[in-house]
């Protein structure tokens, strides 16, 4: 099942973990059972997993388990007499790309800050030279005690990562903050600390998502877009170091962290925040679907069914982005078109109208490119004609692909501004 699930990722995706050694320690808390389902994650992004576990652990959860979804070996001991030819503990800490201590008890986050290295866990943290990040669980106030938020204080002062726990009900019976962080969040939080940071001191400004058009105060006009592509700009652009502000239609979607978000819901409230906060970004990615049309006369009640039908008045609605581009300066703008024929010539002329410096183009009858999918089939087409076509990807992965070339193109911006100057 871990093979097909890793397969069927892999597939569609470009994530950051494909073919990167995780060492995943293993603390000796309630929690611990979660590292399971953490790694089945990291199998699922192609990341190799290899698991070590405190003595505690394996009171919680068995290596068995963790074998099998890591389909790699648990190391569990210092000393191996079958593998102590190859110095276990300097060969992980070796192998590894990052390390994460999760749980991160209270025990182990004190060794770690001391340098006591009297298990597996600890002296591998001590040998490695590779990123790491701890994700502690534990009592509300245990984690609250001043010298476990000492401890994690020294931690972060050496460049180690702390995905801070969750508040809620805890295994203890007690309620509050204590609780491991969301394994799906862990996992995200983990591609992030592989990201480059090629765009610190950026501020983008992302569109997502639909838009509302009331007909009545029951019925409005809308369209298919779920959110999903903005959202993945979003977290991506985060990832890689830029502040972000998001203005979103209606959507369920969570906010990506470290993200602002603004929620509208017509595409006059979208267009009117995204204008207000067009002076702040360095960048706009408009990967909303912001309806061309609206009522003419939305009812103020809502409309009773007849036998006669209901004829309804649509108008266009203004668009703001050709103004927005006329007071650009090096802003860089990247729009989207999706559409059903001439994606190509459709796109390019979009481009043109809007004065954009990149579009990108799907084709939303295609299998995985259209509208609710986590996947996307996209060509990125620039104004001097240049048309890069990609095969279908996950959004997460479609989201680095047009960073990469926010990137280029904002500092090929800046070259000519040098050059002019």
């Not at 973990?17 to 995780?22: A, N």
Request: charged share 25%; with cysteine.
């Amino acid at each position: 099942m871990a093979n097909s699930l890793c397969a069927e990722y892999n597939s569609t995706s470009v994530s950051r973990l494909t073919d990167k050694t995780v060492v995943l320690g293993v603390g000796g808390g309630i929690a611990a059972y979660k590292a399971a389902e953490i790694t089945r994650l990291l199998v699922q992004r192609g990341a190799k997993v290899r698991v070590m576990m405190t003595p505690n652990a394996r009171e919680f959860i068995t290596p068995l388990t963790l074998q099998t979804l890591s389909q790699n070996p648990v190391a569990t001991d210092t000393f191996s007499l079958t593998e102590e030819s190859q110095i276990g503990h300097i060969r992980l800490a070796d192998a590894a790309d990052l390390i994460l201590i999760a749980p991160a008890t209270a025990d182990l986050i004190a060794k770690a800050a001391v340098g006591i290295a009297d298990d597996l866990v600890t002296t591998v943290l001590l040998a490695t030279r590779a990123k790491v990040a701890f994700a502690p669980a534990m009592n509300v106030h245990m984690y609250a005690h001043p010298t476990v938020q000492g401890n994690l204080a020294t931690l972060r002062s050496r460049g180690i990562s702390i995905f801070e726990p969750g508040e809620g009900d805890l295994a203890c019976g007690y309620e509050g903050k204590g609780r491991l962080e969301d394994p799906s969040i862990i996992v995200e939080e983990l591609e992030r600390m592989l990201a480059p940071r090629d765009l610190e001191g950026q501020r983008i400004l992302v569109t997502a998502g639909p838009t509302q058009e009331a007909i009545d105060p029951v019925r409005f006009v809308s369209n298919r877009s779920s959110g999903k592509m903005g959202f993945a700009i979003a977290r991506a652009a985060v990832a890689r170091g830029a502040e972000v502000r998001m203005v979103a239609g209606p959507s369920s979607l969570p906010t990506p962290r470290a993200v602002e978000r603004f929620d509208t819901v017509s595409a006059a409230e979208m267009l009117g925040v995204t204008s207000q906060n067009f002076p702040w970004c360095t960048a706009l990615v408009m990967a909303a679907a912001i309806a061309d049309f609206r009522p003419a006369n939305p009812a103020s009640n809502k409309l009773k069914k007849n036998s006669r039908g209901l004829d309804l008045k649509m108008v266009s609605i203004a668009d703001e982005l050709p103004r927005l581009a006329a007071k650009r300066g090096s802003r860089v703008m990247i729009g989207f078109a999706a559409e059903t024929n001439d994606l190509e010539a459709n796109a390019r002329d979009k481009l043109k109208r809007k004065g954009l410096d990149l579009i990108v183009a799907n084709d939303v009858t295609q299998e995985g490119a259209g509208f609710g999918v986590d996947t996307n089939i996209v060509t990125l087409i620039t104004p001097d004609g240049v048309a890069l076509s990609h095969p279908k990807l996950s959004k997460d992965g479609v989201a680095d692909l047009i960073l990469d070339r926010l990137v280029s193109i904002h500092a090929s911006k800046h070259r000519r501004l040098r050059a002019v100057r």
